[in-house]
């Protein structure tokens, strides 16, 4: 197997790291940083549950190789919270009810999370076509919708 080297802040730690040239950037989060909060789901890039962000856009982590991050900043949902405290978006979902069983819950907060950079105070409709590309089996969305509205209105906030 190929080898290479390469250099990744994740969640603000840069490493160095021998990585074999066809690892799945999903595998490297999960089984070599053990970072579990990175979900594999449906490992075709079809669920979101493995989205994390990388340079600031959201990227599905079951369709990209570890190689290809080499140079970048990846956030992962572990690296949302800071010195203990929930990020904004991690606590509207909990307070809101934007989950369920939760298994989907840090691919829609990963996707909140950049969508909420790029578009502050998204209307519903903004939200609901930024939130596609993730998928919910446990609820109607109506709830994870309103998690996003109040973490627009939390951010703003600040």
Known sequence: ?????????????????DIDARRLLADFIRDDLNL???KRGCE???????SVIVDGKVIKSCLSLAVQVNGKSITTIEGLSCEGELHPVQEAFLTCGGMQCGYCTPGF???????LDQTP???EAEI???LNGNL?????????????QAAAHKLAAK
């Open 36 to 38: 579990t909060g990175t």
């Open 136 to 148: 919910c089996r446990c609820t109607g969305y109506v709830s994870i919708v309103e998690s996003v």
């Open 121 to 123: 105070d998204p209307s």
């Open 128 to 130: 609901r076509k930024g």
């Open 109 to 115: 907060i990963m996707t909140t999370t950049a969508m």
């Open 1 to 17: 197997m190929s080898k290479h080297t390469i250099d990744v802040v994740v969640n603000g730690e840069a490493l160095t790291v």
């Open 44 to 50: 075709t890039g079809i669920c979101g549950a493995c």
